[in-house]
């Protein structure tokens, strides 16, 4: 891009304030310079790239189609693209990421953000194939092996997969440290495992995935002394499920500042999720897994006997059904994986239920209007849902005779304790959940079944798929007990 000579100086400072992730530098030097210079093509990318950075998505894809306005670049049209992509305009981005690569067919971003537009839409062969263009040009170019990594894990290649996915570390994944710990590599871990070596395992992403990736402690305390550092909403749980471990509810927090970091000598760390490569490197680790250990968690009795009481109190004879219908952000595929009231009526209208919602946010005009249909036949239990310590979530799903939910951490939480789970799964579901099937390879349990929806929003089969489910789990096997 072509720029005026007196502004090269402070277009390179504001380059470099973003890639050292000097926040504060940045908004300084920026938005006077846009406001001087409202025709430079590199001052409206880097602001892209800032507003990008700190997850203003909207006004990132803005200030990039005001560069390419300027300026067609193909780093640009990737980047808009991925902004795109990140607010859920998919066929947008598959647009302007097709006209970056025409532009630059050499462009490793642009073959990357590319890529990233065939994950989780049900096609990741074709993610795959545009990730290894990029890594033909590079192949050491990070972010296209981490989505060359979430392709191989969609197709179900999870050695593979889960061999790149630690190349999302630091971008799309936090890495942390601890002391003078070092990270764990495979060739170390070929040398040291079995050798009861001290290992702080840390969790990452959301609730659900650290349950679901937590599932692998049980294989990885066979090899090292464990130290677990865990979210802080699930202190009591982990403590429950894993008496034997040193556990600590602190990765929300700076470790060089934990008093257990500095009092303890390890040799090795690692994020938990880097642990498939080796614990989950193929469809039947996954059944063995089940087999030796699963169902991997179990719910306080004592607190899940407290809130069956008082669903039965409420159910007056009625089967319980637990039921979440909102999946969690949008930047995570919330608009595919969330259900309305409207596409539950048939179920929430059968007379032999009494529902109790366990989405974890504010649902009140929901339930209003589930009810207003069918007078109290859904309770909402805001405290518990609300509830900082996970436990309570654990034992209000536990109290109830099934669960029906959508994709998000509850999902995890109930089919990890062999709770009956019925899983409303979109057309276009992340990796975790596999591309077909109604079996569930994180929890294969007989309790546990996928319900797909065969195209985007079209709940109605699924849904009457689940009260056949229902039926079969709940009265046939009841009818039997009675014969």
Known sequence: MAVEVGLHAIVEQIADSITSENTELTERLIWPALDQFPFVPQLWYHAGNHLFSIGKLTLAAIAYEKAIELEPNAVCYANLGASYRQLNRADDALRVLTQSVEIDPESKSAWTNLAACYINEGTPEIGLEHANKALAIDPTFNRAQWNAGLCHLELGNFRKGFEFYEAGLDHDRILRSYGNAKYLTDPVHQNVKG????????????????????????????????????HPRLGSFYKAAFPYLETHPTRKDDPTEEAWVKRTFAPYFISIADLGKWYRPSRN???????????????????????????????????????????????????????????????????????VNLDYEEVDVMVNEMNAKRPGSVSYWRSINHHFNYKHTAALIAATDAFVTVCQSAAHLSAAMGHPTAVLTPKRPAWRYGLKGKRWYWYPSKNVSLFRAPEDGAWDEPVANVKDWLEKILH?????NNA
């Not at 290992?199 to 677990?228: H, N, P, R, T």
């Not at 409207?342 to 179920?347: P, Q, Y």
């Not at 046939?476 to 039997?480: A, G, L, M």
Request: neutral net charge.
């Open 195 to 230: 050798k009861n070596i001290k290992l702080i395992v840390y969790g990452e992403q959301g609730i659900g995935d650290e349950l679901m990736y937590a599932s692998m402690l049980f294989d990885v305390c066979k090899d090292y002394d464990v130290i677990w550092d865990h």
């Open 285 to 355: 680790a996954f059944s063995k897994a089940w087999r030796e250990h699963g169902p991997f968690y179990s719910p306080d009795p004592e607190l899940t006997e407290q809130y069956r009481c008082g669903l039965m109190a409420m159910a007056d004879g009625k089967k319980i059904i637990g039921i979440s219908t909102r999946g969690c952000v949008l930047k995570t595929n919330r608009f595919y994986r969330s259900v309305k009231p409207d596409h539950l009526d048939d179920l929430l209208q059968d007379e032999r239920y009494h529902f």
């Open 476 to 480: 046939r096997k009841q009818e039997k």
